[in-house]
Nanobody, 115 residues
Framework: QVQLVESGGGLVQAGGSLRLSCAAS????????MAWYRQAPGKQRELVAA???????NYKDSVLGRFTISRDNAKNTVYLQMNSLKREDTAVYYC?????????WGQGTQVTVSS
């Protein structure tokens, strides 16, 4: 069983930065696709950014140029560097691991951006 533990969320002013981390247990990390999703109140969960095992990335259009996803296979950790944060980035951010037909989710970390 894979466990994903997110950290790094919090309260930040608009224009500020946060870095989220997601540490994975087990041995699947290196071969897995890792992603960050977010869910704002009353809205559906949406993909923010993803990175595959070779380091190829893709982003939601609205975060391009502001957010960067990266991974450290030696530490079994994926990161989301969030810069120039906006109020509309406020959400619970979830880490997800995709490995073949399996997927695993973290418990989420709250990001709140104040004006």
């Amino acid at each position: 069983q894979v466990q994903l533990v997110e950290s790094g969320g919090g309260l930040v002013q608009a224009g500020g930065s946060l870095r989220l981390s997601c540490a994975a247990s087990g041995s699947l990390f290196r071969s897995a696709v890792m992603a960050w999703y977010r869910q704002a109140p009353g809205k559906q969960r949406e993909l923010v950014a993803a990175i595959n095992s070779r380091g190829l990335t893709n982003y939601k259009d609205s975060v391009l140029g502001r957010f960067t996803i990266s991974r450290d296979n030696a530490k079994n950790t994926v990161y989301l560097q969030m810069n120039s944060l906006k109020r509309e980035d406020t959400a619970v951010y979830y880490c997800k691991m995709d490995y073949g037909s399996f997927d695993f989710w973290g418990q989420g970390t709250q990001v709140t951006v104040s004006s």
